[in-house]
């Protein structure tokens, strides 16, 4: 049976370094859908913008939810909002994903 990810999972994974993020705070606005592609098993974890998408890459592996937890918390931290405040609305298990940023206005 799969284990689903909880907060233990959520305590492990080191926080995002801020600095090496890029400044997504335009993207907090409240009710906005984000469309993403997600790389799993990537070399480090990173953002970027390629052929006008966004595109995160995450060290996670794609098992039991951890590679959709690390790219909720590095795209939380790019945009400076707690990671609760993202909820994935589509793209559970594929590298298309769709999150929609549901917390207060960011001024």
């Not at 994974?13 to 600095?19: E, L, S, V, W």
């Not at 990173?46 to 006008?52: E, M, N, P, T, V």
């Not at 794609?62 to 790219?71: D, K, M, S, T, Y």
Request: net charge positive; glycine share 8%.
């Amino acid at each position: 049976m799969a284990r689903r990810v909880g907060m233990d999972d959520i305590a492990q994974m080191a926080k995002p370094r801020i600095k090496d993020l890029p400044d997504l705070r335009h993207l907090a606005v409240p009710g906005a859908d984000i469309a993403l592609r997600a790389t799993p098993r990537a070399a480090r974890d990173g953002i970027s913008f390629r052929d006008g998408q966004l595109r995160v890459s995450v060290t996670a592996v794609p098992e039991n939810g951890r590679a959709n937890l690390a790219v909720r918390l590095l795209l939380a931290a790019a945009m400076g909002v707690a990671q609760s405040d993202l909820i994935l609305l589509r793209g559970q298990t594929s590298r298309d994903k769709l999150f929609r940023y549901g917390g207060a206005s960011r001024s």
